[in-house]
């Protein structure tokens, strides 16, 4: 979910997901309420009430705690998916990493690559679609993989590879991977996906990636940089916060599922 979409203060918005229906097999739309948008939980079930959707992703500022219980009387069944929490950089802050001379970073990576760097960063990653039984755990990596390709075929993706490997000798050795919405309007930039697979893992490489997107972000004047994860996910949020993120908001993820498709086939 975009940061422009949770931060706006504008109203409760509810839109089709034609690319989650199609991967799920099931009608999905995608119902959220900015931060400070005044919205009510009654403006809420209003929209689930018409909404006619299969499973409705809400989310919602997680301050507020009591919705829950209010949404389990929606005749749906309420599935608590995640708490995502957004992170934010001031560009210029950032505890940037001593250069690497066995580090570059390049905008120019083939699809193939792509795929490959996602499943094995992402392969066991917690998100909010394994909590709901409807949603299989193969296909979510899959969203993931062509979420990566959109941004790598509009330019919007940042790989680190090793200077080590020589040029015109096999692929190069890629390590990391971060996928990016461009500032717009002032706007910060967002980073979607990031990671170091995991085979290079624990050798201060996330950093040199971080670093990479700050850079990138203030050749193209923008002054901040946002990113989010699950909050379960601490190991890469301490990273954020030894790089100079601090974090700025909570969201809950609610599935709210037709209740029929949840039951066994009748006997």
Request: aromatic share 6%.
């Amino acid at each position: 979910m975009a940061w422009h979409d949770v931060s706006d203060g504008g109203p409760l918005r509810i839109q089709e997901s034609p690319l989650e229906s199609a991967r799920f097999g099931c009608a999905v739309q995608r119902l959220t309420v900015p931060t400070g948008s005044g919205s009510s939980i009654s403006a809420v079930r209003e929209a689930v009430a018409g909404s006619p959707a299969d499973v409705i992703v809400l989310r919602y500022p997680a301050e507020h705690v009591g919705w829950f219980a209010e949404l389990t009387t929606l005749g749906r069944t309420a599935v608590l998916a995640d708490c995502l929490v957004y992170w934010r950089l001031r560009v210029g802050e950032g505890r940037t990493p001593e250069p690497s001379r066995d580090l570059r970073t390049t905008t120019s990576v083939a699809p193939a690559a792509v795929r490959k760097l996602v499943s094995d960063i992402f392969a066991s990653y917690g998100n909010h679609y394994m909590a709901n039984p409807l949603f299989d755990a193969a296909k979510a990596l899959a969203g993931y993989r062509e979420w990566a390709l959109r941004s790598a075929t509009e330019g919007r993706c940042l790989a680190l590879r090793s200077r080590s490997e020589r040029e015109g000798e096999g692929e190069p050795r890629l390590l990391g991977l971060a996928t990016l919405e461009d500032a717009a309007d002032g706007s910060p930039t967002e980073i979607l996906l990031a990671g170091v697979v995991s085979g290079a893992q624990g050798r201060g490489l996330y950093a040199h990636l971080l670093k990479a997107v700050e850079d990138r972000t203030r050749a193209r004047g923008g002054k901040e940089v946002v990113i989010s994860t699950q909050g379960h996910n601490t190991r890469v949020q301490r990273a954020w916060a030894r790089y100079g993120f601090e974090p700025v908001q909570a969201l809950l993820t609610v599935h709210l599922i037709r209740s029929r498709l949840l039951r066994g086939p009748e006997r």
